[in-house]
């Protein structure tokens, strides 16, 4: 399980710089969304991946015996995809304003204030 | 020391905010609230920075859970300096924007926005917590994306979408970089991530951790290869947001990386010499670049990269003397550039223009003001006896102890092409005779009140006040820059205070 995990971090990671380097603003977008959902898989990799092994330390100890399944990576994620929900979405808006101003959806266009170096 | 009383600046930056959400439309309301709000939050972080200063650190646990486990929140003497500076440009912005920005953009939120920006920048220089400061840095740049964006002309969407790619860019590679040294030490607590740090058997791992936060600090600060979008950004938005871009948000990457790099990944010969190449590179693509741009909010924001320059080179030295040239020029620098972009909004609100060609008798018209706004220029190059002079010289004195006599002459060029650039702007904008083909009805400043011009006006004299004082007193701000270089470079302290409590309770 935790293999597979790791290819798709790294399958995720590879497509989304890739379509961040493409001209179109939509595939922009979508490199930002998928290099998000990478990072957040990678997040949840580094709490160790344990089936059926809550974080409850059993009445009879005071600490961790065994391997558990760490909270903590869980909770950052939840924010983290919180956070990066609202910028995705605050991109998304923006992407659209552009193209409606400008009537194209190549980054290239981009650069009509730019005449004076 | 354990004090609830370091939260007060962001809790009043958040009241102010919500109050001021509450007068959504009501221009006259939002102003005066806004004002008073920034007053509020100067006066509680004077009180928090003089309490810090002479009695030392301070900490805060959340929810009293003993640490590492809850969310740290920690006062140094370089978080009290920068929050009070962050309080101080907040004030001077706040007051040039009741007037500087129009009443459209008030109306759709600028104020509220302007406030939690800055709430966001005083809970990422107060924050113990790697994951904590990721959610301050988040707090920070949407509230800056929406500044950047309000007022929706063309020109600023097509900056908007650099400024937002790169820093979304810069967020995930931050993430990712919490991630794996999360993975590697199982903590998040930055004095407790220092300690197991230093423990990881596999050295090669937390070196790339250590790049991978330089690299998503770098695209915040702006640094050599990743400053692309700041200069295709920060000239779009009206002045008093480039003002506190300018002046705050590279400094919060500058910050983040200071604090990295003496607290948990102490560099290593590779890391300092990839600092000072880059700190060398980054300085002359600022001098260079700005050399041949014709609008001076242009060259302004290649004034900032080129200075940045200066700062990570403090950084790169790694002796206390010169991390103390480089918090001094801290200091100078979010002073002075938050000042240059509020006197590119006074040009252009006399001239409506900032390009260089169309600019010029300035000096004629309003020479008292022109004499101000030279005082201020003059900081910026350096020129002795001015602030940018004193952390300049602690840097160059440093590397010239080091034999980096490469740095050496890179700090000397960039100095003097940033003379002669400001010598050109000072000569083209106020000493040129007006243009011919420039009519005099531009000038929408001299219609004005007089209580308009002074609420002008007043914010940028008395940011070159503090120019002037740290120029008059340089003593003083170096002692506090020594004594901040002491305490970073001895994390000792830091760790202990972050854990006194629990020790007092076991």
Redesign the interface.
Known sequence: MEILLVILVGILYAAGIYMMFRRSMVKLLIGLLLLGNGTNILIFLMGDIAKGKPPIIAPNTSVFTDVYADPVPQALILTAIVISFALQAFAIILLKRVYQMTGSDDLDSLNTNDGDI | MTSNYILAPILVQLVTAILLIFFWQRVTVQRVLSTVGNTFSFITSLILAIDIWNFGTQTLHAGNWQPPFGITFVCDALSATLILLTSIVGLAVGLFSTIGISINRIKYGYFPIFHFLLMGLQGAFLTGDL?NL??WF?VV??SS??LI?LG?K??Q??????Y??LN??A??IF??A???S??LT?T?NMADLAQKIALVENRGIVQVTALLFFVAFGIKAAVFPLYFWLP?SYH?PPSAIAAIFGGLLTKLGIYALIRMFTLIFIPDDYTINLFIIIAIMTMFTGAFGMM????IR?VFSYLIVCHIGYLIAGLGLYTEKSLSGTIFYLIHDIIAKSNLFLIAGLIYKIRSST?MRRLGGLYKDYPLLSILILFVLLSISGVPPLSGFWPKLNIISEALRSGNYTLVFSIIISSFVTLVMIAKVWAEVFWKPTPKDHPEQDDTFAPLSTFKKVTMILPVFLLAFISFMIAMRPGTFMNLSDKIANELMHSDDYIENVFRVKNIQN
């Not at chain 2, 969407?157 to 650099?162: C, D, F, H, N």
């Not at chain 2, 041949?292 to 609008?295: E, L």
């Open positions: 994951f990721y959610v988040e740049i949407i994306f929406v964006t929706g063309k020109m969407m097509e900056g908007a979408i650099k937002v790619t979304i860019l967020s995930t993430l990712t919490i991630g794996i999360y993975g199982g998040l295709s779009t041949n741009k014709k609008s242009k390009d």
